[in-house]
């Protein structure tokens, strides 16, 4: 096999599944591409060939005895501050090198899932940083424009991503590692909630704030390796088992004043994607983001910078020539932090929260432009303190406030830089921001990072538990119709108002009490999409709706227009004898005012 048509995901799983695609093809074809280019500065060690093909070795034997590996034979990158056993961890620092003797948590799930790494990326020194450029083994640029920075820490993972060498790479995030990096380089970088993924085998940089995250070229293949990710650990202090939250977002909130430091395209980008949500039945609301600005700014200037010192300021103390000097100067700062400073801090940050939750009473998640600006390599090494506060303006204070977060592109500027926006919700909204996010990133033209291939309509799965279903209907219980009082008496709540796929037909039933349509699916018809609302109800409530559900209609599977799933109404097809079709009306209410 002499190529491989896409490092999706989905395309590897079908191509393997088919028997169209060599596992041992796809390996090669990803060292080819790493070894096209230079190693430095993306990568600071590769996996060796022959070791990693062992690896394949083995998940094809255990593929062959009926194993389920959900990740088989997908190439994935490491950010050089999580252990991967056979290759030393410098977290960019070639004096701190350890030699792990087992994998990180999350590499080995990864690995006991099928995947194969090729080897541990370049990231700002001990992960301090936003920029890609405080590194021994070569500044990052972005994949689009080797004049800008390429963000960090995790910026040789977004590049493996984006120069198309690997499906998806392993970050850590901070203050923004995992968000920056994706911006900058047209990618989706996933934060989860702080503690759904094992943090042991990571070098802290603020250990109760890290958290892995994950760069890939879209939504969905960064939700499978959630997946995998995603596991209660006991041995780690600060894991967590996932909670139940909402599975949808209705209400953004958008601030009421953003700054853009000058940057006239990313503003205009910005408002670009807020109209895009609007279109997608989002309700947009305006929100005061200073109580989010406020915590961002406890990050380095509150006590939380002596967390940094905890984690290796004692190593910079003894080997202040081995540390990148920004670095240095960042993580020694810590050390004059008293035990009443911290405090101070705690109790700071306690009132921060409580306003942040106060927001999040009102609104499901934030819109935030991932970085407000994309600043050049020159003027980052030029004032190295002051550009990278700017570039985590939006994301310093996201771990602080125990929110996820989903960063997605959203288009590019007539430069050709690209942008993205940042999802950003309570803890656990994790699965309600990636289907928003899945369908911006796809409303706003998506392609595979750098490599200009565009993505697959792969579907989106979810990664956490639920308690909330989302339910489509198309007639009788929409708001103002005279069923709609069993949804709301249930505390069923609107999410979105949209149109089906266009391959369903709409009837208007005949000999039903009160007046009802009927929907059906017909594949290969080219209709308009039929007017429907998706409500949220809780497990319980969904269960006693269904079943005082009379028949002709059924509880299936409905396709909405922008490819997601959900349950909603259809229709018996013996039930259309006699029923008019009217799907040329478009939906039901359309209908009605027609009589």
């Excluded at 293949?221 to 202090?237: C, E, G, I, S």
């Excluded at 792969?458 to 949804?487: F, M, Y």
């Excluded at 505390?491 to 009160?514: H, I, K």
Aim: with cysteine.
């Amino acid at each position: 096999m002499k190529s491989v048509p896409s490092l999706e995901l989905a395309s590897l799983a079908a191509g393997y599944a088919a028997g169209t695609l060599d596992p041992r093809a796809v390996l090669e074809f990803a060292y080819a591409a790493l070894e096209k280019r230079d190693a430095r500065p993306i990568w600071i060690e590769i996996v060796p060939k022959a070791d990693a093909f062992a690896l394949l070795e083995h998940a094809l034997e255990r593929r062959a005895r009926g194993e389920a590996l959900p990740l088989f034979g997908v190439p994935f990158a490491v950010k050089d501050n999580i252990d991967l056993k056979g290759l030393p961890t410098t977290a960019g620092c070639p004096a701190f090198a350890r030699a792990p003797s087992e994998h990180a948590v999350a590499v080995a799930r990864l690995v006991e899932a099928g995947a194969i790494p090729l080897g541990k990326t370049n990231l700002d020194q001990f992960a301090t940083g936003l920029v890609g450029t405080r590194s021994p083994y070569g500044v990052c640029s972005s994949a689009f424009d080797e004049r800008y920075v390429s963000g960090g820490s995790s910026s040789g993972s977004a590049l493996a991503v984006a120069h198309g060498m690997v499906s998806f790479a392993l970050g850590t995030d901070t203050a923004g590692s995992g968000r920056v990096p994706a911006a900058f380089n047209n990618l989706v970088g996933w934060k989860p909630t702080r503690g759904l993924v094992s943090t042991r085998g990571v070098v802290p940089a603020c250990r109760s704030l890290d958290c892995i995250s994950v760069f890939a070229a879209s939504v969905p293949d960064a939700a499978r390796v959630m997946a995998v990710l995603t596991a209660f650990d006991p041995l780690d202090p600060f894991s967590r088992r996932a909670a139940a939250s909402k599975s949808v977002v209705a209400t953004l909130g958008v601030p009421s004043e953003l700054e853009f430091f000058g940057d006239t395209a990313y503003e205009q980008l910005f408002a670009d994607a807020v109209l895009r949500a609007r279109s997608l039945g989002v309700r947009v609301v305006t929100v005061e983001l200073e109580p989010f600005l406020a915590a961002a700014r406890l990050l380095y200037g509150g006590p939380w910078v002596a967390e940094r010192y905890a984690a290796v300021g004692e190593f910079i103390d003894a080997h202040p020539g081995d540390v990148h000097p920004v670095v240095r100067e960042i993580v020694q700062g810590g050390r004059g932090v008293s035990a009443a400073d911290a405090f101070r801090g705690m109790y700071r940050l306690a009132e921060l929260k409580r306003a942040a939750e106060r927001t999040f009473e009102e609104i499901d998640a934030l819109l935030l432009p991932t970085a407000p600006t994309h600043p050049t390599v020159d003027a980052t090494l030029a004032d190295p303190i002051d550009v990278n506060s700017r570039v985590g303006r939006y994301t310093n204070f996201v771990n602080l406030l125990d929110l996820s977060a989903l960063a997605v592109p959203a288009g590019f500027t007539p430069e050709r830089r690209p942008f993205g926006v940042t999802l950003v919700g309570p803890a656990f909204a994790d699965d309600a921001l990636a289907r928003l996010g899945y369908s911006l990133h796809r409303a706003a033209g998506a392609t595979f990072g750098a490599t200009g291939a565009p993505l697959a309509d792969a579907p989106l799965g979810r990664t956490l538990p639920h308690d909330e279903i989302s339910l489509a209907v198309v007639g009788a219980h929409l708001q103002g119709q005279p069923l709609n009082h069993q949804l709301t008496s249930r505390g069923a709540t609107l999410v979105r108002a949209l149109r089906s796929a266009n391959d369903y037909r709409l009837y208007a039933l005949s000999g039903v009490t009160p007046p009802k349509p009927g929907l059906v699916r017909t594949p290969g018809f080219a209709g308009p999409g039929i007017e429907l609302e998706v409500w949220s109800l809780t497990a319980a409530a969904f269960g006693s709706f269904v079943a005082e559900v009379p028949g002709p209609m059924v509880i299936g599977s409905v396709e909405l227009e922008d490819g997601t799933r959900v349950k909603g109404f259809l229709c018996e097809p013996s039930a259309l004898e006699g029923s008019a079709e009217i799907t040329t009306f478009g939906g039901w209410r359309a209908y009605l005012a027609s009589r």
